[in-house]
């Protein structure tokens, strides 16, 4: 595909140009003085203002070209793939988006607007401020943190906070250092011929099929199923060496910034280099220059989060989305979209394969292997014969524990004895914050945000009451704001703050350490953390869903779970996956180095079918179970949803659209779908809009976006009004 020729209009030639800005389609615009390329990124008028765009086809309207308006100019960098403009269009289809939506996720940074030559920027310097302000203060504890990283001027203002002028006042007594660099450094180059390690036969197995995938050419998915610590990873870089030694491209989606560091390492130890990193972590010059080298077929691997999947490969031939089922997988804010759906898109488009790794995969693939649209490729055995974690349940129901406390004692001895042996343990426990619930001792009234609906949530590191919801804090209060008394206000439940509490109680001499997003504010000091802890510097770390993701902690033995039943509330079909998924990964965390490892789950349920899947580990019995009571249900993955939420500041505007589409839904019935609602979201109210939800369920192979694209262009969203649709949400 990237070899052919593209079409090439000439000077003043008619043509059309996605924009970035949020208009219906394309615009009709004349070809430049030197003509341009089918997929340039040029400049364009609109209105009195210059926009971005790429050129995008032949002009749409029949305007005569006189009256076209002229491209003010092409960008010097490589035009878009035609590759890449299918899976765009196809994306904005899939997740029912609008195609400048899915442009703008491609051309997030600035880059391409970028010429090549010097740019100036910033890092610590080795001299002192010649006077210390709290401005100055921010910004040297900023490039402290990020040492070795380099940015622009006003990013490093952004981020700290502080105006431009408070950074160049820093450069004369040379505190902050300025550098020139070159805008598009190449990186350095990988060498797939490097030997990987001898891999034992099952690895030896599966790295031949994919190798052979890879040079058979054209798209396929494989899933790669493995407990952890099987050696997935050798495995698939593997792959990753086949597609670099054809001249291709390779993309490798990890669920969490905090992981790329091992990740980077193990590449750096098999290909003698780095690859490009792309993610949220990454300051925007270094984005700018990954932009650039990916889109010049320079950059050969990218490790990244899901927005990696819209850098401009060229020659892109294989995609690994390592933990394929975790959640975090899906893009909640914005464009609604499955990073692992669009890395099926994107390979099917650019003749790639993808590669789905995971110890744990969603029902989601595992239904497409038993469809025969995937393969699978399992890993049996944990690498070097390492023994599987022993899983077994806490009965709480036999067991004492204080109010207010939440270790039971048989856990309780079981962490004892590893403190003895100089071993690891882990508190797991899902639940951010100190305790989920603040209610007032003399009203029992809680504490709910302002804007959601939803409890405020005290975060005692913090010392605020934080909202999970919109991110808003504010101080706890010593009075109740309900009925003004004095001093009633108490903590209900346990977060992982509070167990942290309950450890430092429990084992005064242990050090203990606690793992959970909020709690740093970068994702450089959780790396810096989850390093510590693989060094063993702490005996006890209490964490929550982000120590279960892939980190490699070789001298945890024990994983003891707070609340194993804490997934399995609520009505949501998927919870019974979710439980399943997070208990196994979370176990897996026990015993991967030479050590053999336990993990005991507190439960008031032990009989409960999803409990006793998780301690037998009979996965393809649970699966029987789970797709058996999905498929009844007509739910995904076999059959199809759509949530679609309409929000506005007031409910009974969100509540007529709604009801005006639900009285319109004979376009959804006539491909086979049923709607459902309006029902107020499951969150009602965040920031200050309320929120209400359809869900609409049709059978596996109904054109579900066409009819849906239908439904709602029947009715007209006021201004005030946001309408979301959300294709196989994350809860139903
Ligand atoms: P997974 O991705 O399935 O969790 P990894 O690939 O991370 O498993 O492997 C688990 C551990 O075993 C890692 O420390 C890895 O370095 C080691 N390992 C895996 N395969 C081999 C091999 N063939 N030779 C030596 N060490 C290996
Ligand atoms: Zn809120």
């Keep these: 595909m990237a070899s052919m020729t593209p079409r090439r209009f000439a000077p003043g030639e008619p043509l059309a140009v996605l924009t970035t800005q949020p208009l219906d389609g394309a615009l009709d615009y004349r070809a430049p003085e030197g003509g341009v390329v089918l997929g340039a990124f040029v400049e364009v008028p609109l209105g009195p203002r210059k926009v971005m765009g790429v050129v995008w086809g032949e002009a749409e309207g029949d305007w005569p070209v006189e009256k076209l308006r002229p491209v003010l100019g092409v960008l010097d960098v490589p035009p878009m793939t035609p590759g890449m403009r299918a899976f765009l269009e196809r994306a904005a289809a899939y997740t029912l988006t609008p195609l400048v939506s899915m442009l703008r996720l491609a051309m997030r940074v600035p880059g391409p607007g970028e010429k090549p030559g010097k740019r100036r920027l910033y890092t610590l310097g080795d001299g002192e401020p010649d006077r210390v302000t709290d401005a100055r203060t921010k910004v040297l504890a900023l490039l402290e943190e990020r040492r070795g990283d380099l940015f622009a001027l006003s990013e490093l203002a952004d981020l700290a906070g502080v105006s431009t002028g408070v950074v160049k006042g820093l450069l004369p007594s040379g505190a902050v250092a300025e550098v020139e660099a070159p805008r598009d450094a190449p990186y350095p180059v990988l060498d797939p011929?490097?030997?990987?390690?001898?891999?034992?036969?099952?690895?030896?197995?599966?790295?031949?099929?994919l190798r052979d995938h890879l040079r058979t050419g054209g798209y396929g998915t494989t899933l790669l199923k493995g407990v952890t610590g099987s050696g997935k990873t050798e495995v698939y870089l593997e792959a990753v060496a086949e597609c670099l030694s054809e001249g291709r491209q390779a993309l490798v989606l990890l669920p969490e910034i905090a992981l790329t560091s091992e990740f980077l390492k193990r590449v750096e130890a098999r290909f003698g280099a780095t690859p490009a990193e792309w993610h949220s972590g990454v300051t925007q010059a270094e984005r700018r220059r990954c932009w650039r080298m990916v889109a010049e077929g320079q950059a050969k691997l990218v490790v990244g989060a899901r927005s990696s999947l819209f850098l401009p490969y060229p020659r892109l031939g294989l995609i690994v989305v390592d933990e394929e089922h975790d959640t975090s997988y899906k893009q909640e804010d914005g464009v609604l979209y499955s990073a692992r759906d669009m890395a099926v898109l994107r390979a099917a488009e650019e003749g790639a394969r993808v590669v789905l790794a995971s110890a744990t995969p969603s029902l989601e693939s595992w239904a497409n292997v038993e469809a025969g649209k995937y393969d699978r490729l399992d890993l049996t055995s944990r690498f070097g014969e390492r023994a599987m974690p022993v899983l077994r349940a806490i009965d709480m129901r036999a067991e004492t524990v204080p109010a207010g406390r939440w270790i039971s004692p048989t856990l309780r001895g079981a962490i004892a004895r590893r403190l003895e042996a100089g071993e690891q343990s882990l508190v797991f426990l899902n639940r951010r914050g100190y305790a989920p619930v603040t209610l007032c001792r003399a009203c029992g009234q809680q504490v709910a945000c302002?804007?959601?609906?939803?409890?405020?949530?005290?975060?005692?590191?913090?010392?605020?009451?934080?909202?999970?919801?919109?991110?808003?804090?504010?101080?706890?209060?010593?009075?109740?704001?309900?009925?003004?008394?004095?001093?009633?206000?108490?903590?209900?439940?346990?977060?992982?703050?509070?167990?942290?509490?309950?450890?430092?109680?429990?084992?005064?001499?242990?050090?203990?350490?606690?793992?959970?997003?909020?709690?740093?504010?970068?994702?450089?000091?959780?790396?810096?953390?989850?390093?510590?802890?693989?060094?063993?510097?702490?005996?006890?770390?209490?964490?929550?869903?982000?120590?279960?993701?892939?980190?490699?902690?070789?001298?945890?033995?024990?994983?003891?779970?707070?609340?194993?039943?804490?997934?399995?509330?609520?009505?949501?079909?998927?919870?019974?996956?979710?439980?399943?998924?997070?208990m196994r990964q979370v176990s897996g965390r026990a015993g991967r180095a030479d050590r053999p490892g336990e993990a005991l789950l507190q439960t008031y349920q032990p009989e409960h079918p999803v409990i006793r899947a998780i301690l037998s580990g009979d996965e393809e019995g649970f699966w029987a179970a789970e797709a058996a009571e999905r498929r009844a249900a007509g739910v995904p993955p076999y059959g199809r949803m759509a949530g679609i939420v309409i929000s506005d500041p007031e409910a009974s505007v969100a509540f007529d659209l709604g009801n005006a589409l639900a009285r319109r839904a004979q376009v959804l019935e006539e491909v086979g779908a049923e709607v459902w609602g309006p029902a107020p979201a499951p969150i009602a109210r965040i920031r200050g809009r309320h929120r209400v939800r359809l869900l609409v369920k049709a059978p596996r192979q109904a054109p579900i976006q066409g009819a849906l694209a239908r439904w709602i262009g029947q009715v007209d969203v006021p201004r005030s009004t946001r309408l979301s649709v959300d294709i196989d949400p994350q809860s139903f």
């Design 193 to 209: 011929a490097r030997p990987g390690k001898p891999l034992a036969p099952d690895q030896q197995a599966a790295a031949d099929l």
């Design 450 to 582: 302002h804007q959601c609906d939803a409890r405020m949530v005290e975060h005692r590191f913090l010392k605020r009451l934080m909202c999970h919801q919109c991110g808003e804090t504010r101080p706890m209060p010593e009075t109740c704001p309900s009925c003004g008394i004095e001093g009633k206000m108490a903590p209900v439940g346990p977060g992982v703050e509070r167990m942290a509490e309950e450890v430092a109680e429990l084992f005064p001499d242990a050090r203990a350490a606690v793992l959970s997003s909020d709690l740093f504010g970068s994702a450089r000091a959780l790396k810096a953390a989850v390093e510590e802890i693989a060094a063993g510097g702490a005996d006890i770390v209490i964490g929550t869903q982000l120590v279960a993701k892939g980190h490699n902690f070789p001298l945890l033995t024990l994983v003891g779970v707070i609340d194993a039943d804490l997934g399995l509330q609520g009505g949501d079909l998927r919870a019974a996956e979710r439980t399943f998924q997070l």
